[in-house]
């Protein structure tokens, strides 16, 4: 059995019928969705894309049925799980999970609509003419993951302001690395603190990119946004847990894991948007007529738990934001 049929299902439903049994229900649309990273790190977002799905009136195994790929890391593996939705002749397919995903898709078919969702700046990818009219078969939602890294790397020296050395945990493969890279350098030179940047792009190298933190020295983590390090988020907190570092990262999963602070798009609020635009687009919208949704939702979530750990106190005025603590 393949990697991504072990998925029962999103909200307890099954993910693909059997042949047999999609003959018989010829006429129920199919959504197929492609991710860059493993089954267990979009679990919970895909619930969301499917009840945006079901705010507009469409149920999986009821009236429509979704099928699930996952690149398990591997971003050379994405063009194949575009093709194989092209080739099941899928109604619409829903790309996400960094930049690659999307591109990949629109490689893989100009016909088929596609909605996306990423951290990317659209045009400059080349998925659409503009966000207010996309034009061709692609749209979706964006967010600020990647644009936001320099404002985290500000909010992790207003935490640790002593900090003069921070480390910068980055896949080279991710489609926005350079800028990633760009806005971070000069946001430290702003702030005045020395920036260790290491890059690692899959779990069998962050025990040497750690051990690259230890030598630099580093007195605290940025972990930048990839799907990559959402899917290892335990392993990545539990790295930086050993060495007591003070850490954020670009999305709740690590501060739900054990993670210091996490700021960042909602991304179930996008993922449940995306869902709308594919239940738009089975009920006859075209991608070419909807535009990019920008989303708007931001979160910023403190563990309390690891900052008593760390023996580091957040600023009162600090956690006064917080949209959520963990205690």
Do not use: C
Request: charged fraction near 20%; hydrophobic fraction near 50%; avoid cysteine.
């Amino acid at each position: 059995m393949r990697r991504r049929d072990l998925i029962a299902g999103i909200a307890g439903l099954p993910v693909a019928w059997p042949l047999a049994v999609r003959a018989q229900q010829s006429v129920m649309p199919v959504v197929g969705t492609m991710q860059s990273g493993v089954p267990d790190a979009y679990a919970v977002r895909l619930r969301a894309f499917a009840q945006g799905l079901g705010d507009l009136g469409f149920v999986n195994g009821k009236n429509v049925t979704i099928e699930q790929r996952f690149a398990d890391d591997q971003y050379d593996r994405l063009p194949e799980l575009a093709a194989d939705l092209v080739r099941s002749q899928v109604s619409v397919i829903f790309a996400s999970g960094g930049g690659l995903a999307p591109q990949a898709a629109k490689a893989a078919t100009a016909t088929i609509p596609i909605v996306f969702t990423g951290g990317l700046d659209p045009i400059k990818a080349g998925l659409v003419a503009s966000l207010n009219r996309p034009g061709g078969n692609v749209t979706g939602v964006t967010f600020l993951t990647n644009a936001l890294e320099a404002k985290r790397l500000g909010l992790l020296h207003e935490l640790v302001p002593q900090a003069g050395v921070i480390g910068v945990l980055l896949n080279p493969k991710n489609a926005s690395a350079e800028t990633q890279r760009r806005d971070l350098r000069k946001s430290a030179g702003t702030l005045d603190v020395e920036l260790q940047i290491v890059q690692a792009s899959g779990e069998d190298e962050f025990d040497r990119a750690f051990a690259e933190f230890d030598q630099a020295g580093i007195r605290a983590l940025l972990v930048a946004s990839d799907a990559v390090f959402t899917g290892n988020a335990e392993a990545i907190v539990a790295q930086a847990a050993r060495r007591k570092l003070p850490a954020i990262y670009f999305v709740r999963d690590f501060a739900v894991a054990g993670g210091l602070v996490s700021y960042g798009t909602s991304f179930a609020d996008a993922y449940r948007q995306a869902g709308i635009y594919a239940a738009r687009i089975l009920k006859g919208d075209k991608p070419a007529d909807l535009p990019v949704v920008q989303s708007s939702k931001f979160e910023f979530v403190v563990n309390l738990k690891t900052a008593k750990a760390l023996g580091l106190a957040i600023p009162p005025a600090l956690l006064a934001t917080a949209d959520e603590v963990i205690e």
